[in-house]
């Protein structure tokens, strides 16, 4: 893999920043790229592409729309909107993401990159904010011992790009999804929940959550008992799908497998539409969110005040 996806559109920050009453970033979208990644550059929104594009088309679209024909009930749409939406921090320069409640509704997961400055220094002004019809946004308490991240300074696309997070105010009404302890395996199938990545094919409400059914292509064990698996996928993800949720069934209970950390290089048109390959970076990377990652979130949701 050769590049994150850890994209902010300026339009969308702008407009979010207005809504929580934050500063308005600068008008920049940022990108990052494995190969330097705690460096991540300044680029215009105009050069963003639609790429990577995994196995054909661009598969995402509006969760109202597709839910329903990956097999998601009205009960679980509605769910899913209270629990998850935009992680963002409005520092110079901004970043933008998604997440999801994680054990309890005041804490989230989410890729550890989006909150971090190209210098390894913790981003300001950082929130969640769900896609439910009436919106509900509130800070993140990145305050000591109120998160936990896979390492102290997270690098981007790696088995410790993972972050959960206390929230300065539980989310009224919402119901966290279960984690998924069985390991994943090959082939199993995917519904990735993102907020609103850059470049999609398909037009989708700011407001309302994309969703893709894709599949696991190769479990990658995890190296020791402290470092969490990963996923390779099929998945669609260009800039802004760090963070997206990667939902299974098991025994008909709908659950959270992994988080989108990083991809192939998504500004490469070669690459749109192109077949799984991870060598040649048409794959995405997610973080299985059992073992490490779970224990953490056990941990800060047992010290919540």
Known sequence: MRASVVVVSAALAVALGARIGLATPPVAAVSSHLTDIARPGVVSPDIVVPANI??????????????????????????IRRVSGYVGCLSSPPSMGAGMLFLDDRQIITAAHILFEPSGK?????????????????????????????????????????????????????????????????????????????????EVDKGVPVVQGCTVRRVVPSASAATASQLRTDCDATGSSSGGINMTRVGGQLMLRAITVATGPWRNKRLEGAPFDEKAGSATIAIALDGPVLAAARTLSAEAP
């Open 122 to 202: 913790p981003r300001r002004k950082c929130f969640f904010r769900t896609q439910d019809p009436e919106p509900f946004h509130t800070e993140l308490d990145l305050s000591s011992g109120a998160a936990r991240f896979g390492a102290k300074v997270p690098k981007a696309g790696s088995a410790q790009d993972f972050a959960v997070v206390r929230l300065i105010e539980p989310v009224p009404g919402a119901v966290p999804f279960p984690v998924a302890v069985s390991p994943a395996r090959a082939g199993e199938a995917l519904i990735v929940v993102t907020a609103h990545p850059a470049g999609m094919a398909r």
């Open 54 to 79: 995994i196995d054909g088309s661009d598969d995402r679209g509006s969760l109202l729309e597709l839910g329903p024909k990956l097999g998601l009930s009205p009960g679980e749409i509605a769910r």
